[in-house]
């Protein structure tokens, strides 16, 4: 199947400083890329759905403004965590869709703010 | 949205079919339906898709009711490797992915 990576892999970040990760699909181009989020012991949750060039639409409950989405290309899309507390500790993982049938997931990132 | 609904978790002895149920009573039409894995700290692996017909590839085998009101996902010869969280989704009219709570099997030696 596709390869969608993400980077970095894990990070640690303090209380108040922001994060970027990166979700990249290798060999397809991804007009659409989405968002999740994972607490402990629960299912991904969808954040926010990115187009390529275009702004990103968030789902209920989901700070725009807190978490910044950008999709400048048909192979990268950035999440960064702004101004990130303890409660923003999670594991964050992408997914890119390809042809009509086909969406991948990315590895996933985790994101520990201390 | 079509939602679903799993069991919460399911055992299975190794070497057995594994047969993972789920009900979408509320599919539309045109929405296929999606089974993806989740081992522990990784992301989703996609599994199998379907919309009216069963489905099979290397992975596993999805029947899909032919009023698609539930579909089930074997998988014909389980290892200790395929414990993990089995998630099935309807997926969305944008194409969104909205993940239920899942299926946790456990293989069993």
Not at chain 1, 23 to 31: G, K, P, V
Not at chain 1, 59 to 87: C, M, R, W, Y
Not at chain 2, 51 to 69: Q, Y
Request: glycine share 6%.
């Amino acid at each position: 199947g596709a390869v969608v990576s993400q980077h970095p892999s894990w990070v640690i970040c303090k209380s108040g400083t922001s994060v970027k990760i990166e979700c990249r699909s290798l060999d397809f181009q991804a007009t659409t890329m989405f968002w999740y989020r994972q607490f402990p012991k629960q299912s991904l949750m969808l954040m926010a759905t990115s187009n390529e060039g275009s702004k990103a639409t968030y789902e209920q409950g989901v700070e725009k403004d807190k978490f910044l989405i950008n999709h400048a290309s048909l192979t990268l899309s950035t999440l960064t965590v702004t101004s990130a507390h303890p409660e923003d500790s999670s594991f964050y993982i992408c997914s890119s869709r390809g042809s009509a049938y086909e969406q991948y997931f990315g590895p996933g990132t985790r994101l520990t703010v201390t | 949205d079509a939602k679903t609904t799993q069991p919460p978790s399911m055992d299975c002895a190794e070497g057995r079919a594994a047969n993972l149920p789920c009900n979408h009573s509320t599919i539309s039409g045109n929405e296929y339906v999606y089974w993806y894995r989740q081992i522990h700290s990784q992301g989703p692996q996609y599994i199998i898709h379907g919309l009216k017909n069963n489905e099979t590839n290397e992975m596993a085998s999805l029947i899909i009711t032919e009023d698609r009101k539930s579909s089930t996902l074997i998988l014909p010869h389980a290892t200790l490797r395929d414990t993990a969280v089995y998630y099935c989704i309807v997926r969305g009219p944008n194409n969104d992915m909205r993940f239920g709570a899942g299926t946790r099997l456990t293989v069993k030696p």
